[in-house]
């Protein structure tokens, strides 16, 4: 009886500090885990040619987590990690112009959006002051995926939050979609979308 | 046959230019009244432009056989015989479609009154082509 509660209690032990001893890479340097916050937020601008339109995902509504580590040759910062966005959240503030960005991004075929996140150019620096990086992420719209690099700014408050803010310019063309046009064509959607998300994560110790 | 044939393309050449010229400046001039049709309720993939721009052919022969029937029933000068015209076809025919567009359509009481003032327009020029050509 003393044997079975003491592995019990081991095991329990292992299990339990398994999600929080500091995880090591493959080749033994220490990889950092962040952990999303739901209050992370990823909005897309654009216009056409008789407005602006602003499209928010003002809530991240899953747990997941970003890796940060380094290669096996230690030269290069591997930022790993995919957020998978429901096209059904977006908000245009204007629910036609909603449904008519829903539709462009083929919601009814392709109800996900993701972004899996490949690499930092550099190792971030964690300070609350906000640091210039850029990195390469795959971004994944109505099932076709096109890696770009995007311009971040990451800072680390006094709570030790981590914001992580990306910024990219993307077409609808890059991923095979038509920017809608009306009335015979007067009334045109620009190719060029503006896509911004912020990231809150807390690092997993 | 032949006289409603030819002025109904006089009339659909002159509201053709008319119409999407008007509409061209009203979108240039005034785009937030436009805004609205940013709406999968419009198509937008391209499919149907042919046929939207053919509209102003489809008014124009449907008020020439209109005014060849009905034209000994307007009196006056020709201005006011194509006023009266136009006002006549948009109480008949606008004014009702426009009301079953609103209470069946989610477009809001701007777009619907637009589409009317657009339609009562497109009616008095061709009425006013339509006195000219075939009195």
């Known amino acids: ?205 | 046959m032949k006289k409603i044939l030819i002025s109904g393309l006089i009339a659909g050449c002159i509201l053709f230019v008319v119409s999407y010229g008007g509409l061209f400046l009203g979108i240039r001039f005034f785009p937030g009244l436009f805004v609205e049709y940013n709406n999968p309720l419009f198509n937008s993939d391209g499919s149907r432009d042919i046929l939207f721009y053919m509209h102003a052919f489809i008014i124009s022969f449907a008020l020439s056989w209109f005014w060849d029937r009905f034209k000994g029933l307007i009196k006056g000068p020709a201005i006011m015989r194509g006023l009266e015209f136009g006002f006549v076809y948009s109480i008949i025919a606008l004014l009702p479609v426009m009301w079953i567009s609103f209470s069946s359509l989610d477009i809001t009481v701007l777009t619907v009154t637009s589409w009317f003032f657009y339609g009562l327009a497109q009616a008095i020029i061709a009425g006013l082509v339509l006195a000219k050509v075939n009195p």
Request: with cysteine.
């Open chain 1, 1 to 205: 009886m003393n044997y079975k509660n003491t592995m019990c209690t081991l095991l329990l032990f292992f299990s339990a500090t398994g999600f929080i001893l500091p995880v090591q890479s493959g080749n033994g340097i220490p990889l950092k885990k962040w952990i999303i916050s739901k209050n992370s937020s990823l909005s897309v601008n654009g216009s056409t040619n008789v407005n602006k339109f602003s499209c928010v995902i003002p809530a991240y509504d899953q747990i997941d987590t970003l890796t940060l580590g380094k290669n096996k040759t230690n030269t290069e910062v591997v930022l790993s990690g995919t957020i998978e966005l429901r096209i059904s959240s977006f908000d245009c503030h204007n629910s036609g112009m909603t449904k008519q960005l829903r539709k462009t991004l083929d919601e009814k075929q392709h109800p996900v959006l993701r972004i899996r996140f490949l690499s930092l150019d550099k190792m971030p620096v964690l300070t609350t002051q906000p640091e210039a990086i850029t990195g390469f992420v795959e971004i994944e719209i109505a099932g076709v995926s096109k890696h770009f690099e995007v311009n971040y700014q990451i800072t680390k408050n006094d709570q030790k939050d981590i914001h992580l803010l990306g910024s990219r310019d993307i077409n609808f063309s890059d991923f095979n979609l038509v920017p809608p046009k009306k009335l015979g064509g007067m009334i045109k959607t620009k190719d060029q979308l503006s896509v911004d998300f912020q990231l809150n994560m807390k690092a997993m110790d």
